[in-house]
């Protein structure tokens, strides 16, 4: 199959595995159970399951193996999209063209719904993901790191602390910033595929450092997205970090040269996969839409 | 050693190492870690960590060793505090004496410290608990369960939908409310220390029916304390429920008749317990105190 293809095979896939999740038949919880499908099935891009469920491929196993945990993946990125959008964080109106969960349930209810979000995605993991005792397990370790204080959580307090110093943070820390917001699930989406599938360590230290340089680059488009291009097209609110005085890679480099940046942690990507033995085509090709994508 | 030394060298133990707990040698992550450590060193009852450590106990095994779960649960029940507290939930300005982590913090700092302790708390489970994979596996299912949809968030969201409808609510949803808002994870908490004592299904059927029972009579002496303590026992806000037009088990029982139910539901975990061969004096002890606590 071509790779183009395959990759809209784990898209649609996908899509349908996550439309079949219900997480409770007690009619009380509906709404609970309403807002967290209404938050999940809002068309996002799936970079992270699919990644999860290409890179489970390029190591010789069956993407659907793998569903359950990019299942996870997408909730718990899904929970950490609704908390961002909170009055208290970042406070948006609208995501993915459509009001944020607070602007349609509720605050109450999208705190919760977060929450939620968590503990269904370890359900999906300890009851569905198939694999040895060892191999969940660490499919378990693999995302807690990637959630807590030195992950996505540490870098969305690291990101607030840091709004309103604009160009004044320097490159490291922005680095370390998206390196713990985003790169690290990112990384973990790669990673888990390569462990269900039984890669060898060396494999798994390949397609995550690929996955990281991924991760990072696709938090440096959306900060050239955000400073480029129009609301229409992103479905969400342009221009809005250079009003807060985020420190992004547009406010620390400029515009071309976060293009620059951009450009170099693809290379780095391309050249992680230079690594790995298998048809890595697929891989290839998502750096590049990563890389090239408008909205 | 007396089950009443026991109980509290549990605590003490328990105390001391959640005290060990840094998360993050990062500096940057400085502003979260104090946060977390503020909620979580509050000094609570710690009735979920202690009653993990006796439930191993009866079972025949070190309390220590599950010492990484049993905090793992605490930082879990933290952050539901923690969020519970927030304005858009019930707004509450104290919690044991103290401001509330978003009244000392902020309100984006005090989400972020709840989400970190659920990546934080899985860390504990699958770096440092010690057990076969199946045992930890098993652990985190647990814990998954009954943090999730069907467990404490789920209720949390019913307590809130029922806000307002004090005495309407009947008895069932009043019950249903509080098994998955408060029951689950003490349940939890038991099943946890007899899974990685490797206790028989039968035990871990009775334990967990015990602590059920247990975690009902717990929030129905909350809901007494609420309508008939003061601020300065309890070290939270007397008489808020009502205000609220909370349902609780004092809107509708009344006074008396709640605490006629903690009576049963007490008898109930009393005789959970005569289907346990081990030594339960201490789980004995433990319901006594929560049906009679003051505070």
């Known amino acids: ?15 349908e595995y996550l439309h ?16 967290m499908r209404y938050a999940m099935l809002s068309g996002g891009k799936r970079v992270r399951p699919t990644l999860c469920m290409e890179s489970a491929w390029v190591f010789g196993a069956d993407p659907e193996l793998v569903l359950p945990s990019a299942a996870a993946i997408e909730l718990i990125h899904t929970y950490s999209l609704i908390h961002d959008d909170l009055p208290a964080m970042d406070d948006d109106d609208f995501r993915r063209g459509r009001p944020t969960v607070h602007r349609k349930y509720g605050e109450a209810m999208a705190i919760l719904a977060g929450d939620a979000f968590f503990g269904e995605a370890l359900t999906l993991i300890t009851v569905h993901q198939k694999g040895t005792p060892e191999q969940v397990l660490e499919v378990v370790r693999e995302l807690a790191a990637s959630t807590g204080v030195e992950g996505m959580v540490g870098g969305q307090v690291l990101d607030i602390n840091f709004t309103g110093a604009g160009s004044e943070v320097d490159t490291e820390t922005l680095y370390m910033i998206h390196r713990y917001k985003t790169g690290a699930l990112i990384k973990s989406s790669a990673r888990i595929g390569a462990i269900l599938a039984g890669a060898s360590a060396e494999e798994q230290a390949a397609i995550s450092e690929y996955a990281l340089e991924l991760g990072l680059c696709f938090q440096i488009v959306d900060d050239v997205l955000n400073a480029t291009s129009t609301a229409e097209k992103l479905g969400k609110s342009a221009g809005s970090d250079a009003e807060r005085g985020k420190a992004t890679f547009v406010s620390v480099f400029g515009v071309e040269g976060a293009r620059r940046e951009a450009d170099a942690a693809t290379e780095r990507a391309l050249a992680a996969l230079g690594r790995i033995g298998g048809d890595v085509s697929g891989l290839r090709e998502m750096a590049m839409f990563v890389r090239h994508r408008e909205s």
């Open 20 to 35: 079949g999740l219900r997480f409770s038949q007690n009619p009380a919880l509906g709404p609970l159970v309403e807002a």
């Open 1 to 15: 199959m071509d790779s183009m293809l395959r990759w809209e095979s784990h898209r649609e896939r996908f899509e």
